[in-house]
């Protein structure tokens, strides 16, 4: 049990989340929940009030960040989704949502950016120390505009604006202003805006463009006026990611429609995609099967009669999840930086932790090394936090989130999507989980 404020990791390879492979051999000191050297082993020497830990054959990495999830605290299935969720009362949802988020820290993910109102708060209950928890990066709800993406048009708009869980109605300019502001006053760290559709309502398609582009840049412009405040933009379709691109957003969510112009000016300002790649492939098999009994009635398909009969076949199913996947070789083969981020939304649809470490593995499945992976998992998604000044890579002056791993996390994909293989957790130096259990 680690209990001083200085201690040492020794005789471990260090993973240091920039892309490489271990290096074997080396010492990891820690003071004050600070990174404060890595050194080799044959250089070490012991200092006075440190706590050594030898960890022969373990690895060290940086604490794993997922980008894009939702501590909705809520349950649904593909069929009520959203409306199962928004039914409960926000007292429960919120109290379950503290579950959630330890389930996320147990799976080595130390960081998470959160979009709800639970995560407003949340982050200042794990930031006291009082409770082990990841490090929140708040968005607070996103921007949708009315019947928009996180709109419920089965409840009454008053209903939706009392007990939304990860949304706020905003239309024109004026109302943009007031919510990023009133979100700031909050506490949020970023913006979340909904500039598309997103495929779960009649009015919500993918292809179906939500903002303009003045109203986009309002929300952009009044997030930046406060330093460090960044802008995230859901964005499926090419005309809505082209908009907030040229719009000056942070990071694209999703983004599946991406073109080589549009990939480029990415990588040239250095706005980040966030893919959610296993949300996306595993769209029609897992979060809305089609042809699922009774999943017509309750995704009220039918209130658009002109679309009621545009179902897509299987053969189309498997040209969209190609187009995604090409799409995403295309983001990578151009420079674009691309972070891990899971789009956890409520149980039992999507598993707090576990689809944050599916994530990992759908990267590696779509291309990418397992140093690629990681780095995306690391130094690439604190980046999107705004925070790589602080997490996100093991080097000196860094908070000390770190994983110590069993087995080498560049051998196996799945040895880090198998938690049996993490053996602690720390958060800001603190031991926060321990072979899977929560440490205080």
Sequence with gaps: MI???????LNVSVIDGYGGWPEAHMAVLVKDGIIDRIICMDRYKKEDGVQEILLDGYY???????????????????????????AEPKMVRTIRSVYEAQKILKRGFTSVRDISWNGLYLKRIFGEGIMPGPRIIACGPGLTRTGGHADLYQY???????????GVLADGNDEI?????????????????????????????????????????????EAHMIKGTMVSAHAENNESIRMSVDAGVDTIEHGEELDEEIA?????????????????????????????????????????????DDKTNEE????IIKSTMDNFTLARDKGVKIALGSDTVYEPLTTYGEYSA??????????????????????????????????????????????????????????????????????????????????F
């Excluded at 060290?60 to 928004?86: F, K």
């Excluded at 780095?375 to 604190?382: E, G, I, Q, R, W």
Aim: glycine content about 8%; aromatic content about 8%.
């Design 156 to 166: 009454t708009e008053e209903y939706v604006k009392e007990n939304h869980f990860w």
């Design 60 to 86: 060290v990495m940086p604490g794993l960040i997922d980008a894009h999830v939702h501590l909705a605290g809520g349950r649904g299935d593909y069929l009520y989704g959203e409306t199962e969720v928004l």
């Design 316 to 319: 189309e199913q498997a040209r």
């Design 264 to 308: 480029e000016k990415m990588a040239d300002k250095g706005i980040i995609l966030v893919p959610t790649m296993n949300l996306l492939v595993n769209w029609y098999t897992e979060i809305m099967p089609s042809g699922a009994e009774g999943a017509e009635i309750i995704r009220p398909d039918v209130f658009l009669h002109r679309t009621v």
């Design 177 to 221: 202003k007031k919510w990023v502001r009133r979100l700031l006053r909050e506490g949020a760290d970023q913006i979340k805006i909904w500039s598309s559709g997103g495929g779960n309502w009649a009015h919500d398609r993918n292809e179906d463009v939500h903002y303009t582009f003045d109203e986009i840049k309002t929300c952009v412009h």
């Design 3 to 9: 209990v001083m404020a200085k201690f040492a990791l």
């Design 358 to 439: 599916l994530e990992f593995k759908q990267l590696v499945r779509c291309g990418m090394t397992i140093p690629e992976a990681i780095k995306a998992a690391t130094l690439t998604s604190s980046e999107a936090l705004g925070m790589s000044h602080r997490i996100g890579t093991i080097e000196r002056g860094k908070a000390a989130d770190l994983l110590v791993v069993k087995r080498n996390p560049v051998s196996s994909v799945d040895v880090l999507y198998d938690p049996q293989n993490i053996s602690m957790i720390f958060s800001g130096g603190r031991l926060a989980v321990e072979d899977g259990r929560l440490a």
